[in-house]
C-alpha cells in the first residue's frame, strides 16, 4: 500500500480555475454550532458530492460578546464562539473527501502573529487555499475595529500571506525560512461593499487587494444577473483580470425576504418579489427561490463565469436541487 501525504491531493483554486473549459461547481459551508458532531457537517456535504465539488470554502465566525448577571448586580463581559473549528473542519473535509477546503480567514479578531500562527498550521495540514477577508464589525460595535496589532483591511491580509509565499515571518531573525504556497481568494461586490461610498471606489479597493496578490474573486450573493455583468465589466474596465465567481444563495423562507437585503445590503429584483408576494408559506418561497437560482445559473453558464458558488448556509437540499439541473 502506498501512502500519499495529504499535500498530493492539494490544488490550488486558480489552477483549477484557469485550467477549466467548463463551469465549476463549488459551495460554502458554516462549520456547525458548537456541541454539534462533525457528522452534522458530513450530512450537509454528502448529498452534493455527486456533483463534483471543485472546492469547499468553510466561514469563520469571530466570537460575539454576552453579559452575564453576576453577584450584587455585576456584569460581567464573556466572549463566546458559537461555531468554532474552521482550520480543523477544512482538514477534515480534506482528509474524508479529497476536496480541497478553503477556510476563510478574517482580519477581525487576530492580531498578525496570530494570523501568521493560523496560516502556519493550514501550511502544515498541506492546506494551500485562502480566502482573505477583513470580517465585519461585531454587534456591539458601529464600525470595524481591527485587533491591536492586527489588519485593518484585507489588503493588509493578502499582503501578510503573500509575505509568508516569499518565505518573510513576522519574525525577521528566522533563517532559511520555507516560503508557503497560498492561492488567495478575496471578496467582492456586485451590488459594492455597504460601507463603500460608490461602487467606482469600492472597485479600486478591490484592484488594491489583486495588485497585491489575489488571484480571484468570489462574489456577494445577488439576485439580479445584470448587476453581476455590470460588476465584471466595470472590474475588466479598472484592470482587474482575475477570475470572478458569482455567489448564489437560493430564497428559501418568508424570512429571507426582508433578512437578505438588509444582512448582505443587496437588493431583490422586482420580478423576483412580485412572485413571493404570492407565497404564504417557507414552501412556497423555496419553490420560487429554486426556480429563481436555476435560471439565475442557467444565464450564468451561458455567460462563461468559470465557477458557480452556492452559499449553503447550513441548508444543502435546495442547492442539491438546483445543482441537478444545472451540473
Ligand atoms: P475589505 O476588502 O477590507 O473592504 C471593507 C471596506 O473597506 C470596503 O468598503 C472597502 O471599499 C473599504 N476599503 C478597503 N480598503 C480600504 C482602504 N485602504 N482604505 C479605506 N477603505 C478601504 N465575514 C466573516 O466574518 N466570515 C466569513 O467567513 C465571511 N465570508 C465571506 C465570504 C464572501 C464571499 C463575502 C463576499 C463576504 C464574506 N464575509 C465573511 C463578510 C465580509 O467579512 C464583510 O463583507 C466585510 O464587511 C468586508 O470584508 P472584505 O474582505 O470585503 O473587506
Known amino acids: 500500500m502506498v501512502y500519499l501525504p495529504l499535500k498530493f491531493f492539494a490544488l490550488r483554486v486558480i489552477d483549477r480555475l484557469r485550467n477549466t473549459k467548463k463551469t465549476l461547481f463549488s459551495f460554502e459551508i458554516l462549520p456547525p454550532l458548537k456541541g454539534k458532531s462533525i457528522q452534522s457537517l458530513y450530512d450537509g ?55 480541497d477546503a478553503i477556510p476563510h480567514l478574517i482580519c477581525g479578531g487576530f492580531n498578525r502573529e496570530e494570523t501568521e500562527n493560523a496560516l502556519i498550521d493550514l501550511n502544515f495540514l498541506g492546506i494551500d487555499n485562502v480566502l482573505a477577508l477583513r470580517g465585519d464589525p461585531i454587534k456591539t460595535e458601529t464600525h470595524f475595529v481591527p485587533e491591536p496589532g492586527g489588519n485593518r483591511y484585507a489588503v493588509d491580509l493578502v499582503k501578510q500571506i503573500v509575505d509568508l509565499n516569499e518565505g518573510k515571518y513576522i519574525d525577521d531573525n528566522i533563517e532559511n525560512a520555507a516560503p508557503t504556497n497560498f492561492s488567495i481568494g478575496v471578496a467582492g461586490y456586485p451590488e459594492k461593499h455597504f460601507e463603500s461610498p460608490n461602487m467606482r471606489a469600492d472597485i479600486k479597493r478591490l484592484k488594491e487587494k489583486i495588485d497585491a496578490g489575489a488571484e480571484y474573486i468570489v462574489t456577494q450573493l ?65 419553490e420560487v427561490g429554486v426556480a429563481w437560482a436555476i435560471k439565475q445559473s442557467k444565464e450564468l453558464i451561458d455567460y462563461g463565469v468559470p465557477c458557480i458558488h452556492y452559499y449553503t448556509m447550513g441548508k444543502s437540499a435546495t442547492v442539491k436541487r438546483i445543482a441537478s439541473e444545472v451540473f
Do not use: W
Not at 445584470?226 to 418568508?254: H, N
Open 45 to 99: 456535504i454528502d448529498p452534493l458530492m455527486e456533483f463534483d465539488p471543485a472546492f469547499i470554502n468553510v466561514t469563520y465566525h469571530r466570537e460575539e460578546f454576552i453579559y452575564k448577571k453576576r453577584e450584587k448586580g455585576y456584569l460581567e463581559k464573556i466572549a463566546i464562539k458559537k461555531r468554532p473549528g474552521t482550520v480543523g473542519i477544512c482538514a477534515a473535509i480534506k482528509n474524508k473527501y479529497n476536496i
Open 222 to 286: 445577488f439576485y439580479d444577473n445584470s448587476k453581476f455583468f455590470a460588476f465584471v465589466d466595470a472590474c475588466r474596465e479598472a484592470g482587474i483580470k482575475v477570475p470572478i465567481i458569482p455567489g448564489i444563495k437560493p430564497i428559501e423562507s418568508l424570512r429571507h425576504i426582508t433578512f437578505l437585503p438588509k444582512f448582505f445590503s443587496i437588493d431583490l429584483p422586482s420580478d423576483l418579489t412580485d412572485q413571493l408576494e404570492n407565497c404564504s408559506t417557507n414552501e412556497e418561497v423555496k
